[in-house]
C-alpha cells in the first residue's frame, strides 16, 4: 500500500519516539479536533473550496470523502501488519 504525502508529514514522524500509549492517542485527538472545526463551519462555509496539494480544488464534502478513504486506507495497514504478526505466532514453537 502507497503512503500519502500526508502520512510522511513531520508531525507524522514524531512517533518513533513517543510512547506506545501517545502513538495511540493522537490520532483520536487529531481526529477529535479536525471533527469539531468542520462541525463549527456555517453552511456557506462548507460550501467553499480549497486546495490540496495533491488533487487540487476540493470542497468541504470532497475533502471529508478524501479523509475517511485515508482513514480506511490506514485500517486496512493495521489489519494487515495484525495479519502478518498472527501469521509468525502460528509459526512459531
Not at 504525502?5 to 508531525?11: D, K, L, Q, Y
Not at 467553499?48 to 495497514?77: K, S, V
Not at 489489519?79 to 509459526?91: E, F, I, K, N, W
Request: with cysteine; aromatic share 4%; net charge positive.
Amino acid at each position: 500500500m502507497a503512503t500519502c504525502p500526508m502520512c510522511r508529514s513531520p508531525h507524522a514522524r514524531l512517533g518513533s519516539t513517543r510512547p506506545v500509549t501517545a502513538l495511540r492517542r493522537a490520532p483520536a485527538a487529531l481526529r477529535r479536533s479536525n471533527l469539531a472545526y468542520v462541525g463549527r463551519l456555517s453552511a456557506a462555509q462548507k460550501g467553499q473550496h480549497g486546495r490540496h496539494p495533491e488533487y487540487g480544488r476540493l470542497t468541504i464534502p470532497q475533502m471529508l470523502a478524501h479523509w475517511a478513504e485515508h482513514d480506511l486506507n490506514h485500517l486496512e495497514q493495521i489489519r494487515a501488519a495484525h495479519r502478518r504478526l498472527a501469521g509468525r505466532r502460528r509459526l512459531r514453537p
